[in-house]
Structures are given as C-alpha cells and as structure tokens.
C-alpha cells in the first residue's frame, strides 16, 4: 500500500488547462495506457507530451472517461500517430460513435470541435482490467455525463474522477440543461465515491487532492444550491460553453461571438427552457458582462478576449 499522497511510479498525470481534461498515463512494463486525450487544437501538444513520456514504446490502449469535447479531442491524432492503438469508449456512446452523430455527441449542439475517431473496446462498468501493469475496476458516475465512467485503483486507493468530481466542485449537468433530471445521479455518484474512499483524486481538471472528504463536502453544498434553482446552474452552463469558446479562439469579435450563440442549438434549448421571457441576445450580453466583471475576459475594442 502506497503512502497517503504517493501515486504508484506506473501513473502519470499530464495537468492541462482548462480547454483540455487533464491526461493520466500509465506506464506499466506490460502496457502503456493514456486515459482522455483532451481538445483537438491541443493534439499537438498531447502527441508531444506523451511521446516525451513514452520515449521509444508505443501507446497500446487510448481510454476516454466520457466523449465530451475536451476529453476526447485528441483522439484522432492519438489514432493516426500509434497505429496499433486500441481505444476504449464507454459503452452508451459506441452507437453515436459508429455512425459518428454530432447531435448525439453533443458537439454541433454546443458549438464545440471534434475528429471523428473509431473506437475498439467498451469500458463496461463494473469490470475491471489491467491497464499500464495496474488493476482498475470500472464505474458508471452518470451526472455530469450520463455515460460517465471512473475509474479506481484499489492498490493504492486512487481514482480517476473525469468531471464528476473536482477538488472544489464538479462539472456541469448536461442533462438537466434539457430536461433529463440528473442532479440526482450527481448526488448518486457522490455516494460512490465515498463509498470507495480513494485516497487520491485525479481529477478531469485541476490538481490532484487527497483531501476526499472536504471535496465532497463542498461538491454536495453546490449541489444543494443548484438543485434549489436550477435556473442558477442553467446559466452557469451557458457561461461555461462562452467561457470555452473564448479559450479555443483566445480573442473573438463581439459580434462573432454573439453569432455563435445564435448558432448553437444548445443556447436556444436552454434559453427557452429556463429564461423564456429574455432574448438571446440580452442574455448572452448579460453572461458576457459578467464574465468581464469577474475578470475571466476581458473587451479589446471591438473583440472580447480570454483571460
């Protein structure tokens, strides 16, 4: 048993910003293993990071918690540079996959980029296998994703989280945004994890933390106020995609930006669903205002640009 805060030599942990999840590789004398592969405008920079690391041996297996953007994005470039790679999606995605569904995916809906890349193997939840010469059992954590998955060393107490729980938080709830109630699940997955008591998280953003029980503590006090007014979380999603989008193109003009709104489905849906009585475009001012108030961007003339 590894020391509180003691990762086995075998993991890897690649911290990213947040435009790409964070990448865990596992180097085992058996197998290598690379779990999410970030945003695509990243790729090169994955390929760079992980060959670094692998030096001379090639990538065997390419797992992804989740199919969001940002967690699979590099894929294909994964896909193109080690030829041999089996890739491993979690199971309610492989359909969408096969006949590559953007609508599915999630990504023409939130106005977000992605290769299409093929996949080999499922990640079916309650299994487990061997991956960089390290046992890990698998997970549904339905919430932030409803096809989600975790994983967990039990060795040495460390977990995978993805998104469905960070150090001081946890990722949107897609689902909720169109009317799939799910805050539920988030709660549920909670409780999985407390239940298996890691002792280190490596999270899909942000440093790894040992201090579970704190995590959790203020995951589930965010979940409280959320749930209490969903209306709350709708509009932190929305600001979350204008976010996104302003860390992919780094600077956009104001009119741009305000056309992508108009173009993504996934602002609408949520625009009639929780701010009926508001226009898009007064609401996407409001969030942009916001952000620029919190120092997130900043206005450059005409443009407004990341920060």
């Known amino acids: 048993m590894k020391s509180l805060g003691q990762l086995p030599p075998n993991i890897h942990v690649l911290e990213r910003g947040w435009l790409s999840a964070n990448n ?25 990071l992980v060959s670094a690391a692998l030096g001379t041996r090639p990538l065997d297996s390419l797992l992804n918690t989740h199919l969001h953007s940002d967690h699979c994005g590099g894929n294909a470039a994964l896909q193109r540079r080690f030829p ?59 919430g932030h994703d409803p096809h989600s998955v975790i994983l967990f060393h039990p060795d040495a107490r460390t977990l995978i989280s993805a998104d469905a729980l960070w150090e001081k938080g946890f990722g949107v709830v897609f689902p909720e945004l169109i009317g799939e109630p799910s ?50 979380h709708a509009r932190h999603a929305l600001k979350v995609l204008i976010k996104f989008k302003l860390l992919e193109a780094r600077s956009i003009s104001i009119e741009s930006l305000h056309e992508w709104v108009q173009s993504t489905a996934y602002f609408e849906l949520v625009r009639v669903r929780f701010f009926i009585d508001e226009s898009l475009s007064a609401t996407t001012q409001e969030l ?12 450059s003339g005409t443009s407004i640009v990341d920060r």
């Open 24 to 48: 865990v590789l596992l180097i085992g004398p058996d197998d290598t293993a690379l779990i999410d592969s970030g945003y695509c405008t990243h790729s090169e920079q994955t390929l760079s």
């Open 84 to 142: 041999e790679l089996q890739t491993h999606i979690p199971p309610g995605e492989a359909a969408a996959v096969r006949r590559w569904d953007e609508d599915a995916l999630s990504y023409r809906a939130t106005g977000q980029q992605c290769p299409r890349f093929k996949f080999q193997n499922v990640l079916q939840p309650s299994s487990e296998k061997y991956w960089g010469s390290l046992l890990w059992q698998v997970f549904a954590a339905p």
């Open 183 to 232: 805050f539920d699940d988030v709660a549920a997955t909670f409780d999985l994890i407390e239940r298996l008591a890691p002792q280190t998280v490596i999270p899909g953003h942000g440093a790894v933390f040992h201090d579970v029980r704190s995590a959790l503590r203020i995951a589930r006090n965010r979940l409280d106020r959320l749930a209490a007014d969903p209306s709350k």
């Open 288 to 299: 942009l205002d916001e952000l620029v108030h919190s120092g997130a961007a900043a206005i």
